[in-house]
């Protein structure tokens, strides 16, 4: 009846009725002690030169290329892995620094390291997570009650159909 979808890289949205849930902007991950710890936020053209590791997601991939086209910078990957996991343990070990959507931060990998994180200087499109559903379908109780409940918890996101 429902699903939990990122709504910013939905196809055929033409026969989806959906709702913004979470909106999340991007930050750059970095090991303890890195020269862009220091910083309060970071520009892409920074990341120049730096080992990167990057979450391989068709949801991530298109804004990971927008983001190196617009800096001119290629990037020097490491490693594509599809585990966030995997992500922070390499870089709170100082194997290389990521860019992320903030929702996924967290301040350690699984093994206790620590991993700092400034927020992304250039713009790049919301990362947008959300319910959906078939479009003209009747929304299910549960749905209804579900959206009463989070929307007031919501500011500025939810309440607002698609």
Known sequence: DVALIVVSQAQARQALETEIILRSGWRVWCPVNHRLAE????EAKELAGQTLVLLQSDELGEVDATLWRQASVQPQVLIRTSSVEAVRSLVATGA???VLPDMLYRP???????????PLANSLPHLEVGL???????QPE??????TAVRPTLPG???HPR
Do not use: H, T, Y
Request: hydrophobic content about 40%; some cysteine.
């Open 157 to 159: 996101v939810g309440g």
């Open 39 to 42: 910083q309060e936020q970071v």
């Open 132 to 138: 959906a559903w078939r479009k003209g379908a009747v």
């Open 96 to 98: 290389g620094c990521s």
């Open 142 to 147: 549960a749905l209804k009650n579900f959206l």
């Open 108 to 118: 350690w990998s699984l093994e206790g390291d620590r991993i700092e994180a400034r």
